[in-house]
């Protein structure tokens, strides 16, 4: 009898909690959890009763990051599936599903947010899987040997800002899925084997870092690289083609390395590199750029390294670019100027004007290479301001000049 009327009572109360539970006062749910015991220790007539309108995982963090941490261990586990040579050994701590313990991967709390594996000499490919890393703010995969291309997937990286891929055998043309990575700031291609042209939407998306030099990248300078928003732009050691943008400077960027070398860069140098007044190291060498050195380089008064050798230049060097004061390595070597002034020659840094055709000075080219000058007949704008005005150079230029 006693346990008989504990089952009707047990019974009862259970139906008045589930009635309970399915009020809702002023749009809150309430929760019930209540546990109901037979009391006799077997557990048959043992009950647990949860009811109400609560979020069943409000626990903060333990179903969300079971499922980041499932999630990473899935993407690192079918990367580490298209790895087929790992010399270093760095996969061998890729066991288990802790990722956080695994080479070469950083995580916050259980979050992966970084993966390094620079100069692990890994061979194979990317996986489209990693972009199941929605916490990945930093992949650098510097001096490997991954090859292919880059999965599309890869734009679905929100967190990621720097992706440094350089000094690996990817190929293709250029990974266009890098420009739809919602908040990247950096991006290294260096030393690889892209192709093709670099597209124009390059230079307006928000990047402080562009590094696509030693590849083999063709067609023009896209015409908006002066709008671009990078402290760092190198496309040195590529095959370039056609002149540098008039564009270069025009909204007065705050660039301050510009690479340009060993490319076939044609045409002058525009005068509207004058406004890069932060700009430190610039760098045209090894092209067939022609006709006078502007002026208005003698406002880059931030200015350490110019390197303008290899060209076809001509005509004097002008005095003004020898009294930037924060020079420390000029180089005009192998190009056709025919002369520069004793502010020039009292330079105090390292200064190479051999191979040119300057009068009275030693290594200079032979006469006959010097009775036809190259791009003669090219001309150049030139600012008709006189003392230079360095303030003043923007404003003539966006007169003048369309980007």
């Excluded at 996986?127 to 992949?139: A, G, M, R």
């Excluded at 001096?143 to 350089?166: H, K, V, Y």
């Excluded at 690996?168 to 030393?191: A, E, K």
């Excluded at 270069?248 to 705050?254: E, N, P, Q, V, Y």
């Amino acid at each position: 009898m006693m346990m008989k009327k504990k089952k009707g009572t047990n019974f009862k109360l259970l139906c008045l909690l589930l009635f309970l539970g399915s009020i809702q006062t002023n749009g809150f749910g309430i929760g019930v959890g209540v546990g109901i015991g037979g009391g006799d220790g077997d557990g048959d007539d043992g009950v647990w009763i949860g009811a109400g309108g609560g979020n069943p995982n409000s626990n903060p963090g333990s179903a969300p990051k079971q499922q980041t941490t499932n999630a990473a261990y899935r993407a690192l586990q079918s990367w580490k599936t298209a790895i087929t040579e790992d010399p270093l050994g760095v996969l061998k701590t890729w066991v288990g599903e802790d990722v956080c313990t695994y080479r070469g991967v950083f995580c916050s709390g259980s979050y992966v947010t970084s993966i390094d594996l620079n100069k692990a000499n890994l061979k194979g490919t990317i996986v489209k899987d990693l972009s199941l890393l929605s916490d990945l703010t930093i992949l650098h995969l510097n001096s490997n040997r991954f090859s292919g291309q880059i999965p599309d997937s890869f734009r679905n990286l929100d967190s990621l800002q720097e992706l440094d891929l350089s000094n690996n055998g990817f190929s293709g043309s250029f990974p266009q899925v890098t420009l739809y990575i919602p908040n990247l700031v950096y991006l290294d291609l260096r030393f690889n084997d892209f192709t093709g042209s670099i597209p124009e939407s390059l230079f307006s998306k928000q990047l402080d870092a562009i590094l696509l030099n030693d590849n083999q990248f063709t067609g023009e300078i896209p015409r908006n690289l002066g709008y671009s928003t990078a402290s760092v732009i190198n496309l040195a050691n590529n095959r370039l083609s056609g002149e540098i943008p008039t564009s270069f400077g025009i909204t007065g960027s705050k660039l301050k390395e510009v690479l340009f070398l060993n490319n076939q860069l044609t045409g002058c140098i525009p005068e509207s590199v004058g406004l890069f007044s932060d700009i430190e190291v610039f760098d045209v060498s090894f092209n067939s750029l022609m006709g006078h050195v502007p002026d208005t380089i003698s406002c880059l008064s931030e200015i350490e390294v110019l390197n303008l050798g290899h060209n076809k230049f001509s005509g004097d060097l002008p005095d003004l670019v020898c009294a930037l004061r924060n020079l420390i390595n000029l180089t005009v070597s192998f190009n056709f100027f025919s002369g520069f002034s004793s502010q020039c020659s009292s330079l105090s840094v390292g200064f190479d004007f051999t191979g040119n055709c300057i009068p009275g000075k030693g290594y200079q080219r032979s006469q006959p290479d010097c009775s036809a000058i190259p791009g003669g007949q090219l001309s150049c704008l030139r600012i008709p301001t006189q003392p230079l005005t360095c303030a003043g150079i923007g404003v003539g230029l966006k007169v003048t000049k369309s980007p």
